[in-house]
């Protein structure tokens, strides 16, 4: 069975400073990872995915994510933190097989940037 | 044009009743999901159809019946509510490759 953990439900960084969101791994397959965002009332959306292509991943809206199978993480990062990333952040995995795939999220990591 | 939608946005219901969510996608996947957010935040797949045929039928009470009329829509019917299926219920569909798209959500409120 695959799933996800991300370290730290909540976040605070301020405005300009570095974003960095922990996810660790645990996939008996060769995974896809995924990194969704949810704005407060509206539903995920995604930021970016890994799979297997190019081990560093760019996104939407500045973000990136370093995929490390030493380390079993996909962290996802953003340089300077905007007022505007305030939301909840999930890590996700599916295998990597072919059809349809079960995609499994973290706990979630909930982002507050102070001004 | 809203890719996936859910109706209706909001449901207020007293325990026992029974309620109905709709969902419809207009990206032409074959692939569409339930997913339960509790007051925690925390995701839980319910189910998936792909096709119109049950692919992911998680450990989910049988009061929860999911219907697909054809590839576009997925209902979830939900019997005899309880205060536990108080939560945010998301369609979501897929072209493959574990990418979902994510309707807006259903809050449903059990009293």
């Known amino acids: 069975a695959q799933s996800v953990t991300q370290l730290g439900s909540h976040v605070s960084v301020s405005e300009g400073a570095l974003v960095l969101l922990r996810c660790n791994y645990s996939s008996s397959v060769p995974p896809y990872l995924f990194w969704y965002v949810q704005y407060p009332n509206q539903g995920l959306q995604l930021l970016l995915k890994?799979?297997?292509?190019?081990?560093l991943v760019k996104g939407i809206n500045g973000f990136e994510a370093e995929f490390k199978k030493s380390e079993t993480s996909f962290h996802l990062t953003k340089p300077s933190a905007h007022m505007s990333d305030a939301a909840e952040y999930f890590c996700a995995v599916s295998d990597q097989g072919g059809g349809y795939q079960k995609v499994t999220f973290g706990t979630g990591t909930k982002l507050q940037v102070i001004p | 044009d809203t890719a996936v939608s859910q109706t209706p946005k909001y449901l207020v219901t007293q325990m026992g009743n029974d309620k109905s969510i709709k969902c419809e996608q207009n990206l032409g996947h074959d692939t569409m999901y339930w997913y339960k957010q509790d007051s925690k935040k925390f995701l839980k797949i319910m189910f998936s159809y792909n096709n119109k045929e049950l692919i992911i039928n998680e450990t989910v009470p049988n009061r929860f019946s999911p219907k697909s009329p054809d590839k576009a829509h997925l209902n979830l019917h939900i019997n005899s509510l309880e205060l536990g299926d108080s939560a945010v219920y998301f369609c979501a569909s897929s072209l493959g490759g574990g990418e979902l798209f994510f309707g807006e959500g259903s809050r449903l409120t059990v009293l």
């Open positions: 890994y799979t297997s292509a190019a081990t």
